[in-house]
């Protein structure tokens, strides 16, 4: 008779214990060194980060978890390094050739960031970096520059490379010591992000004649910079995404009104498309901002747009009268109405009247994401009682209502409604996508707006539970104040 299978964990598959190790891996950093001299908790933290702390700390667990630690290399892979000073440098380069050298040859993911951005990584980390390029697949450079660091021993030996971003500061005597082509022949790079003064690089022009790209994104801050970059739109492969930063400067931001770009029309292939403003960037210029592009802009294959503000919930992007005249043009210059199936528009502070106008146009869109603006007694808020009413899926006319096919609605709330009608869309959306024949499931979340002092009320949360549980076709999610409740 054989014995009870055991629970113990020193008998958990080698597998597994891998799979628990590389969950830790990314985990928060505990305080672990005893190190002399008692370091900034700045410095013991990036000490930590390189030598990847949560993994030595479980590997003292038994010696089988310590030599399945030690020897899997994809667990030491990931390597991050957030500025490093010149007190600790020493040891962070032996932490990191210690770490490259327990990664073997796994492809490697860099990620170098500094504290401001006129410093740039310490050369000797670079050059050490450097040696084991052949590995790299993905690459991120933020907030820093390269000034000191000859990128050019980079050329040629990035054959693994296949994400590459490159927010560096090249301005106000932060060039680099040489020209940044050294990704022109990246054989598998597929997503690129660069810093706007970067686009006009013989590398990007090489890369974009190879027709490699799946994924192209930029940061621009002055009106010539939105115009080099918007016009390599239509020499991007077609089905590619893009994503646009707007960070203006800020002698643009004391500006009464933004300068215009003078774009000419462009038409490009693209599939996706992202449009988002830095939190210090005005509501007014970003708006004006987008007006413009939207103006020269045709995306006739156009299918997932998302427009959005990194200060949101504190402030969101203004959708003004000739922001709504342009996105409209374009809905119709571009036919939109066919294939744009996903917009995520929940940083816009948009009127409803707006919104549904738009919804009426872009009847094949599937995927909705709309949100509540901060509180303010100028503009109300978004999701209310007629807004949800009209999203439900009733016939009006000769039409099946607003976007006919949508199967997936997310929307970030301060309640202002009765929520009962919520019951009511979702049911309604069901019947829907039922009478379309669809084998689609119904997708609802509700994300209470950040200090929201209303909730979901309790009945309704058990009436869409119950809808989640007895359709079988509801996926239905609802997080608030901390408290996260999922129903599928």
């Known amino acids: 008779m054989n014995p009870p299978p055991t629970r113990d964990i020193h008998f958990l598959p080698a597998e597994i214990i891998s799979d628990i190790l590389d969950l830790t891996a990314t985990a928060s ?42 020897k899997t290399p994809l667990l030491w892979s990931n390597i991050e ?5 010149e007190a600790a440098l020493e040891k962070s380069i032996r932490l990191l050739a210690d770490r490259l050298d327990r990664s073997g040859s796994a492809p490697l993911s860099i990620s170098l960031q500094c504290k401001y951005d006129f410093q740039s990584p310490h050369p000797r980390i670079l050059h050490l970096l450097a040696e084991h390029s052949p590995r790299w697949e993905t690459l991120c450079i933020a907030r820093c520059c390269l000034k000191g660091f000859d990128t050019s021993i980079l050329r040629g030996k990035l054959p693994h490379l296949k ?63 939105f115009r080099d970059a918007l016009s390599l739109l239509p020499h991007l492969p077609p089905g590619a995404n893009v994503d646009m930063g707007l960070d203006l400067d800020h002698r643009i931001l004391k500006l009464d009104h933004i300068p215009p770009f003078h774009l000419l029309p462009i038409s490009a292939a693209i599939s ?13 210029h970003a708006s004006s901002a987008l007006t413009q592009i939207f103006t020269s802009l045709t995306v006739s294959a156009l299918q997932r747009m998302s427009l959005g503000c990194n200060g949101y919930p504190r402030i969101a992007l203004d959708w003004p009268t000739t922001l709504q005249a342009q996105f409209l043009a374009l809905c119709r210059r571009s036919a939109l ?9 929940v940083e816009v502070r948009i009127a409803e009247q707006d919104l549904l106008e738009i919804l009426s146009v872009l009847t094949a869109v599937e995927h909705l994401e709309v949100g509540d603006g901060p509180p303010s007694v100028k503009h109300p808020p978004l999701i209310t009682d007629s807004f949800v009413r009209a999203m439900a899926a009733t016939a009006v006319g000769d039409r099946l209502g607003y976007i006919p096919r949508l199967s997936r609605f997310v929307c970030v709330t301060r309640f202002m409604f009765t929520q009962r009608l919520l019951v009511d869309f979702v049911t309604s959306r069901l019947t829907r996508l039922a009478a379309l024949d669809s084998s689609t499931a119904f997708n609802v979340h509700i994300h209470a707006f950040p200090d929201s002092k209303c909730g979901l009320d309790a009945i309704v949360h058990a009436r869409l539970s119950e809808l989640a549980v007895t359709k079988r076709r509801l996926f239905y999610e609802s997080l608030e104040a901390n408290k996260y409740m999922l129903v599928c």
């Open 337 to 345: 109405g066919r294939c744009l199936t996903t917009l995520r528009i």
């Open 272 to 284: 996706g498309l992202v449009c988002r403003t830095t939190q210090l960037c005005r509501a007014d």
């Open 163 to 225: 994400k590459l971003v490159l927010d560096v500061e090249t301005r106000f005597g932060s060039q680099p010591d040489t020209p940044i082509n050294f990704f022109a022949d990246a054989p598998r790079l597929e997503r690129l992000r660069l810093a706007a003064p970067l686009v006009n690089s013989d590398s990007v022009r090489q890369i974009l004649d190879q027709q490699q790209l799946k994924s192209f994104g930029c940061i621009a801050m002055f009106p010539q910079e």
């Open 81 to 85: 390094i957030h500025g490093v000073t």
């Open 29 to 70: 950093i505990p305080k672990f060194w005893s190190l002399a001299g008692r370091p900034t908790p700045e410095v013991q933290q990036e000490l930590e980060r390189i030598a990847n702390a949560p993994l030595l700390l479980l590997s003292r667990v038994c010696s089988r978890w310590h030599d399945i630690a030690l």
